[in-house]
């Protein structure tokens, strides 16, 4: 499998494995804003932008955030359904999805 760029950017550790069985598998980025951080992420086809977001959230916050606090957006745009795959999401190998807080905090 060949290895995007994107990944490569700036992530922690060992890509962290998503993808269910024998489907075909990709490398996507996942960045939480709060953390300043990306992961990398092996995923499938029909792996979800929940199943992402959570992930995300896990590996690079360790205040046990709840997720639905947070949102994902792709290419810009909020995915409203992250109960969606991220085929139909539009998520292809490379793909860097965000992670942030949906409401803004203040800075202290």
Do not use: C, N
Request: hydrophobic fraction near 45%.
């Amino acid at each position: 499998m060949s290895v995007p760029f994107a990944t490569q950017l700036r992530t922690r550790g060992d890509a962290i494995d998503l993808a269910a069985g024998a489907e075909p598998a990709f490398l996507i980025r996942a960045q939480v804003h709060e953390a300043w951080d990306a992961v990398k992420l092996r995923v499938g086809p029909h792996t979800t932008v929940s199943a992402v977001k959570r992930a995300a959230l896990e590996a690079l916050l360790a205040d046990g955030s709840d997720a639905a606090a947070y949102m994902a957006k792709v290419r810009g745009a909020e995915v409203r359904d992250e109960s969606q795959s991220l085929q139909a999401a539009d998520v292809r190998a490379g793909t860097t999805v965000f992670v942030h807080a949906r409401r803004r905090r203040p800075i202290r």
